[in-house]
């Protein structure tokens, strides 16, 4: 739950490039590091994922370039990439102490089913990833975009199956490439360099363009509020899809991640919801420019102890929905829209509120455009 923005190329795929606001890299003069030399096939990667906060050097100065990548090292890369949002719980695993540099990450890769233990309840922190492995998860954190087949490596048939259509989509876009003589080698061992070079190429990926917005089309807001980003990712995937404006319904008194946390009961958002008195949040703004210029509003909020977010009720009562088309949309890990959409249309009393949408954290954003696109709003 933190800001995180994928964006597609290729199929469509989505990565977090923009709204982390990371920056791609052009050939490095000097990397840095001590075992990277500036003209390496990875130094750019190496380079790329060191000054954008998503993997450090072993040391100061070395990056250990043919060290093994484990699946620590990766689930705390892919959940910086993140934005290192709150996480509900420690993962039960036997081998994952609550106190490990790497345990939110393990935990949050959990939720997020990216990667899971072994059944016997550890997680195997310190083994490898393997290049099928690496290629599965990115996958998974994509959203599992649908991808063809396109051309076979010549050992194709060593790639497992979980892991078959990964390996397509991750050709396809030009994330995970052969090693030589058309070879995958799908359960070898990835290294940092290789690892930071397929994030590299994953989280840089141009951007599609926005399309152009019909002149006789309705116009589109997209109001959200999203706690940690998950909303806002979403939220920009509709506004990508219908050229229409963003309106982030913003706190007064922003929520930390600490008031978030919703396994202490001392926290923010536990005595709001205990105390319904005390939802009544009061907003930065509460009315968008031209308000009267939209026909088509979307509302967007997380799901919160199965209701909509608190916050973005003080939008839906400030403004009157006359006249307008609304369609609501939630994230959640797990419940789904309930009678949020319909509550929310209560409180405003005016509109045509049409029934929702939920999706889950990581909803690739093909997934978003088709639901829109099924809308037929034009």
């Known amino acids: 739950m933190h800001n995180l923005k994928r964006i597609g190329a290729v199929l469509a795929a989505v990565v977090l490039a923009c709204c982390l606001h990371i920056t791609a890299l052009a050939a490095v003069e000097d990397t840095g590091f001590s075992d990277v030399a500036a003209d390496a096939w990875y130094a750019d990667a190496a380079a790329y994922v060191r000054d954008n906060g998503l993997m450090n050097g072993v040391t100061a100065t070395a990056f250990a370039p043919d060290g093994i990548m484990t699946r620590a090292m990766l689930a705390q890369t892919l959940y910086r990439a993140a934005g290192s949002p709150a996480v509900p719980m420690q993962p039960e695993y036997t081998d994952v102490p609550a106190e490990a540099w790497y345990s939110d990450a393990v935990a949050w890769a959990t939720v997020e089913g990216l990667t899971g233990g072994y059944g016997d309840g550890r997680f195997g922190p310190g083994d490898s990833v393997s290049r099928e492995q690496i290629s599965a998860i990115l996958w998974r ?84 509020f999203s706690a940690t980003g998950n909303t806002e990712r979403v939220a920009n995937a509709i506004a990508e899809t219908t050229g229409g404006d963003l309106f982030e319904i913003t706190p007064a008194d922003p929520y930390t991640s600490d008031d978030l946390n919703w396994t202490d009961e001392n926290s923010r958002v536990v005595y709001e919801y205990e105390n319904p008195e005390a939802r009544d949040t009061e907003l930065a703004a509460c009315t968008p420019e031209n308000w009267a210029d939209y026909d088509v509003v979307f509302v967007g909020y997380p799901i919160w102890w199965y209701d909509a977010a608190w916050p973005v009720e003080g939008f839906v009562t400030a403004n009157d929905f006359t006249g307008k088309t609304v369609i609501p949309f939630c994230t959640s890990s797990s419940s789904g829209l309930g009678e949020s959409g319909r509550r929310l249309a209560q409180l405003a009393g005016t509109g045509t509120w049409l029934e929702g949408e939920r999706f889950r954290s990581g909803a690739a954003r093909e997934d978003v455009a088709a639901w829109v696109e099924r809308l037929d709003l034009a």
């Open 141 to 224: 954190y994509a959203g599992s975009p649908a991808a063809g087949t396109g051309t076979d490596f010549a050992d194709e048939d060593d790639i497992s199956d979980y892991a078959a259509q990964a390996v397509d989509w991750a050709r396809a876009g030009g994330i995970v490439n052969g090693v030589g003589e058309n070879r995958f080698l799908p359960r070898s061992s990835a290294t940092r360099a290789q690892a930071a070079v397929i994030l590299h190429n994953y989280l840089t990926m141009a951007a599609p363009q926005e399309p152009e917005q019909p002149q006789d089309s309705s116009r589109v807001l997209v109001a959200y």
